[in-house]
Structure formats: structure tokens, C-alpha cells
């Protein structure tokens, strides 16, 4: 359903030269799957994503979504992705339904269609006690509502979860992680990016571990324990990260 081989993405910086944001990343994603990018900040887990929702375009490599490349098909691609990020973006005069709404009509949702869709998503997500409220007036935890039910009502195929998470209370962030896990359980193909070692163990089935813009190592959870020979997902992910400085570290010395 997602296929990245060498992606790169590259900018030119007047101080640094040629900047790698990622550089030569690779792996699948397959539907009822949840995979999981982990890394800092900086590390590149935002700009991978941003190349597999077209915004922006990818320097080399291959990524395609739903069969579709990014950079030859991006309306394809486009129609077949729903895409999140921790900024919720709700805007203050729009009521909770109108939000959803206007979304389903710019994927050109039939309106019979949309109008049972939005239906079924305001009582799933249990929205319906905000559903005339302004974005103005609403919680954080509401806005994460409505910016879900948005990402997810035209019914895609496959789901970007960019740090959905960040600044929410514990609460707010346990119910968006189970809403993530339903829709796994209907067989989406999702990719879920963060930079919290328990939500990937808790929710994802496979992980990638990233920094500055190169997969340091991928499996599941126990595959990864065993292969570093570790019983903490934290120790092994600050050993690869140390590891890959020493060696940055080591190798522009003996450049210089």
C-alpha cells in the first residue's frame, strides 16, 4: 500500500552546503498495519511524511501510495490519503460539523454520501454533543476530534499520523491513539509517526527508528530488543542514536 525506496530530500544551505533532510530511506507499509517512524526532533520523520501526502517533492528516490507516485500522481495520491499533525489547525468560526463538512466536499463527496459519512463519524467519535460548537469554544481534546474525523471522512485507504499527540493531556491522548487503533482494526494502512518511545510500543507493529534523515534500524518491537540485546525499547533506541553520532563524529575527523 506505501512503497519507499532511497528516498532522499535535499536542500541547499548557504552555511552548510548541501543539506540532507532524508537521506536514502526505504520500507513498506502494508493495509491493517500500523508503522511507526520514531526519532527526535529534526530527524526527518516530517519531511518523509510530507513528501508521501505531495507537499513537498521528493529530491531521488521512489514513493508511492495506493499504487500512485508521489510526484507523477499527486492528485491520485492525494485522494487516497488522509493526513494529521499535532497542529489541530481548527478554524475559530466554523461549528464542528461544518469543519468535517467542508473537508468531505473538497474530496468531492457525493453529498448523500457525505452527509450519512458525517453522520457516522460524530456518533463513532462521540462528537455530536459539539457538533453546532465553534471551533473557538472548543477543548484541545474536541479540536483533535474534528481534526480526525476530518482526516478520516472520505473514508481513505491509507492514514499519516504526523506527532498527533503533542502538547495533549494524558486523557486526550489516550483516546487518540485508540481512535488510531480502530482504524487499523478496519484494515488502514497507516503510517504514525512521534517521538514517544510508549506510544510505538503500545500501538505500532512495526517501527523504523530515524535520525537526521537515515533509518538506523527497523523491525518490531521484539525484533529489535533481541537484535541489540536489550530488554528496553529506550535503551536500544539511545544506543543507536549514540552509536550514529560516534561514527558521524569519527568520520568528520578524519575529513578534517
Known amino acids: ?10 536542500f541547499a544551505d548557504l552555511r552548510r552546503g548541501t543539506v540532507h533532510a532524508l537521506d536514502g530511506v526505504s520500507f513498506d507499509v502494508q493495509p491493517g498495519e500500523i508503522f511507526g517512524l520514531l526519532g527526535p526532533n529534526g530527524a526527518g520523520k516530517t519531511t518523509c511524511l510530507r513528501m508521501l501526502s505531495t507537499v513537498l517533492r ?3 528516490g521512489i514513493a508511492e501510495v ?3 507516485n508521489v510526484a507523477t500522481d499527486p492528485a491520485k495520491v492525494r485522494m487516497r490519503i488522509g493526513f494529521m499533525s499535532g497542529n489541530t489547525g481548527v478554524y475559530d468560526r466554523m461549528t464542528a460539523w461544518e469543519m468535517v463538512e467542508y473537508y468531505g466536499r473538497l474530496y468531492g463527496m457525493p453529498e448523500d454520501a457525505l452527509q450519512a459519512r458525517l453522520e457516522e463519524l460524530f456518533e463513532t467519535l462521540q462528537m455530536n454533543e459539539i457538533r453546532d460548537m465553534l471551533g473557538s469554544k472548543m477543548s484541545t481534546g474536541n479540536k483533535q476530534k474534528v481534526s480526525i474525523a476530518r482526516t478520516i471522512v472520505h473514508d481513505p485507504p491509507v492514514m499519516i499520523f504526523d506527532e498527533p499527540t503533542s502538547g495533549l493531556d494524558v486523557l486526550v491522548a489516550r483516546a487518540v491513539l485508540e481512535a488510531i487503533a480502530r482504524l487499523k482494526d478496519q484494515g488502514k494502512c497507516i503510517i504514525f509517526s512521534t517521538h514517544i518511545m510508549r506510544e510505538v510500543e503500545k500501538l ?14 527497523m523491525g518490531t518491537v ?15 533506541f539511545f544506543d543507536l542514536i549514540q552509536a550514529y ?6 568520520a568528520a575527523a578524519e575529513a578534517g
Open 66 to 68: 495506493a499504487g500512485y
Open 245 to 250: 553520532e560516534a561514527e558521524l563524529a569519527a
Open 222 to 236: 521484539q525484533e529489535l530488543e533481541d537484535r541489540y540485546q536489550e530488554s528496553d525499547m529506550e535503551e536500544v
Open 1 to 10: 500500500m506505501i512503497h519507499v525506496e532511497n528516498l532522499t530530500k535535499s
Open 58 to 60: 521528493p529530491t531521488s
Open 204 to 217: 505500532c507493529d512495526r517501527i523504523a527508528i530515524i535520525h537526521k534523515g537515515r533509518i538506523l534500524a
